[in-house]
Nanobody
Framework: QVQLVESGGGLVQAGGSLRLSCQIS????????MAWFRQPPGKRRELIGI???????NYADSVNGRFTISRDNAKNTLYPQLNNLEPEDTAVYYC?????????????WGKGTRVTVSS
């Protein structure tokens, strides 16, 4: 089975940047697509972007060009580069995967990594 472990969260000042990582283990051939989500305190989980097996990335409109998702297949790692962070970006950030074991949608999730942006 696929397992996902996020890392790289922490406390940053407004205007700063973070690079999060999602380490992927298990059957890589079973992954159809992957995504990053985030959940601000007291709010619903929201999509950041989806990366398909071919490498194309679709971003949510709310990102506004500040975040970049990429994947290093050699290292089995998925990254979001978070730039020009604002206090409203404070959230738990989750890595997710759509696999062939599921019935559609993101069926495999990491436990999340917390990002706190101070003013």
């Amino acid at each position: 089975q696929v397992q996902l472990v996020e890392s790289g969260g922490g406390l940053v000042q407004a205007g700063g940047s973070l690079r999060l990582s999602c380490q992927i283990s298990g059957s890589m051939s079973s992954i159809n697509s992957m995504a990053w989500f985030r959940q601000p305190p007291g709010k619903r989980r929201e999509l950041i972007g989806i990366i398909r097996y071919g490498g194309n990335v679709n971003y949510a409109d709310s990102v506004n060009g500040r975040f970049t998702i990429s994947r290093d297949n050699a290292k089995n790692t998925l990254y979001p580069q978070l730039n020009n962070l604002e206090p409203e970006d404070t959230a738990v950030y989750y890595c997710a995967a759509e696999t062939r074991y599921g019935i559609g949608g993101m069926d495999t999730w990491g436990k999340g990594t917390r990002v706190t942006v101070s003013s």
